[in-house]
């Protein structure tokens, strides 16, 4: 675990806040109960902040991507949106959702102490997401004729075709990166996952600046920088693990291959959830690609949700991009493109925007959590008990009927 909690912990044994199994004793009064209030806090916020500037970084490269080939062209910029936000969406979400059910069982090995167990399950996940990205390339491959019977503009679709089978080495990297994430993060090592994924956003915006503006290489130049990027911030990640988690990695193990279907039929339940949620993105590109002058529609589209994904953390931020949009709404699209017509309409959309992202800042917590939890309840309460005889069957523990869950 990384030393900062344990700092924590520490300093509420000074307090006298602690009792000898570890969790707090019953606060006594306001000021011991605002010490416990501040101290979890604090925890939450060293946890938490490093996995937000993870999740920063992440969107960062897409968004620098879309920042440099949007000076190339208007064709350049749709055509990369449509390839990252409908192909690299689909692909996204479905391995996030193959791979998180390792996130439930590093979690589970992690509390029971089984810490070894971790990268053996590591690697399972490996496996099958490596099996799920061949069982995706196809849609790379055949991104162009997809993307023309779903009504894409020939143009468009024909440059996203060739920019998708360029990037399918940055898909493979998704199935190594995802469960590398997920083992680091269920053992509190997050600090590390936030250097190296600044790191790599570093890397890449130096990388997409020598092949596009440099070297002149144009979208393949941009390709090739997120394929770097993207191996580049998994190598990183392995080689923390190799060197700095001995605890949990053991070196590759022949246990990986063992109960894969079991780890198959855990993911896939979660899969479904995950990818309902990521996927109503890719719907939203989709049908902007059949308006007229869908270059420009789509590109306009493209400059509004990088805008609006960067604020969808907290109410405050925002309210402070819908003022900033609104008082530059026809200035800051030219981060993104010289275009005349394409600042025009993406100006047209400004007041629009601002209206989404104070709805987008605040939803996922109120909006999110009402649907969800009314809705998915009762599915959920039927899966369980499959679930967790799953989890045990995964776990290497024997399932006794009639146990009560």
């Given at each position: 675990m990384d030393a900062t909690p344990l700092l924590l912990n520490k300093f509420a044994g000074k307090l006298h806040l602690l009792a000898d199994n570890g969790?707090?004793?019953?606060?006594?009064?306001?000021?011991?109960?605002?010490?416990?209030?501040?101290?979890?806090?604090l925890n939450l916020w060293m946890i938490g902040f490093p996995i937000t500037i993870t999740m920063i970084c992440q969107f960062g490269i897409s968004s620098v991507t879309d920042i440099f080939v949007g000076h190339l062209g208007v064709i350049e910029l749709s055509a990369i949106t449509i390839a990252t936000s409908v192909v690299g969406t689909f692909s996204?979400?479905?391995?996030?959702?193959?791979?998180?059910?390792?996130?439930?069982?590093?979690?589970?090995?992690?509390?029971a102490g089984q810490v070894h167990l971790l990268g053996v399950y590591m690697q399972r996940s490996w496996i099958i997401l490596f099996v799920s990205c061949i069982v995706i390339i196809p849609i790379y491959i055949f991104?162009?004729?997809?993307?023309?019977?779903?009504?894409?503009?020939?143009?468009?679709?024909?440059?996203?075709?060739?920019?998708?089978?360029?990037?399918?080495?940055?898909?493979?990297?998704?199935a190594f990166n995802f469960p590398i994430q997920k083992f680091l993060q269920a053992q509190s090592k997050v600090n590390a996952v936030a250097w190296i994924g600044f790191l790599a956003l570093v890397a890449h915006t130096i990388l997409i600046w020598l092949f596009v503006c440099i070297y002149g290489w144009g979208?393949?130049?941009?390709?090739?920088?997120?394929?770097?990027?993207?191996?580049?911030?998994?190598?990183?990640?392995?080689?923390?693990?190799?060197?700095?988690?001995?605890?949990?990695w053991n070196g590759f193990s022949s246990e990986a291959f063992t109960d894969?279907?079991?780890f198959v039929k855990l993911s896939i339940s979660s899969a479904v959830m995950l990818c309902l949620e990521i996927w109503y993105m890719m719907s939203i590109i989709i049908l902007t690609g059949h308006l007229n002058n869908a270059a420009t529609a789509v590109g306009s589209l493209s400059i509004c949700m990088n805008v609006n994904g960067w604020e969808a953390m907290s109410f405050m931020i925002g309210l402070?991009?819908?003022?900033?949009?609104?008082?530059?709404?026809?200035?800051?699209?030219?981060?993104?493109?010289?275009?005349?017509?394409?600042?025009?309409?993406?100006?047209?959309?400004?007041?629009?925007?601002?209206?989404?992202?104070?709805?987008n800042s605040i939803q996922p917590g109120l909006w999110g959590g009402m649907i969800c939890g009314t809705a998915l309840q009762t599915l959920l309460l039927l899966l369980v008990e499959q679930s967790i005889e799953r989890l045990q069957i995964w776990g290497g523990q024997k399932v006794e009927k009639g146990t009560d869950i």
């Open positions: 969790d707090y004793l019953p606060a006594k009064g306001f000021r011991q109960w605002k010490s416990v209030f501040w101290l979890e806090t996204f979400g479905f391995l996030l959702g193959m791979g998180s059910a390792l996130e439930t069982l590093c979690g589970q090995a992690f509390g991104a162009t004729p997809i993307l023309k019977l779903l009504g894409q503009d020939d143009d468009i679709a024909n440059l996203a075709g060739v920019f998708c089978i360029q990037t399918i080495p940055q898909l493979f990297s998704l979208t393949t130049g941009a390709a090739w920088a997120l394929n770097l990027s993207s191996w580049g911030n998994v190598v990183g990640q392995f080689v923390y693990i190799v060197y700095w988690c001995k605890d949990g894969i279907w079991v402070l991009c819908m003022v900033i949009v609104v008082m530059t709404k026809d200035d800051f699209s030219i981060i993104f493109t010289n275009n005349a017509a394409l600042i025009k309409e993406v100006s047209s959309l400004a007041y629009l925007l601002g209206v989404t992202m104070i709805l």
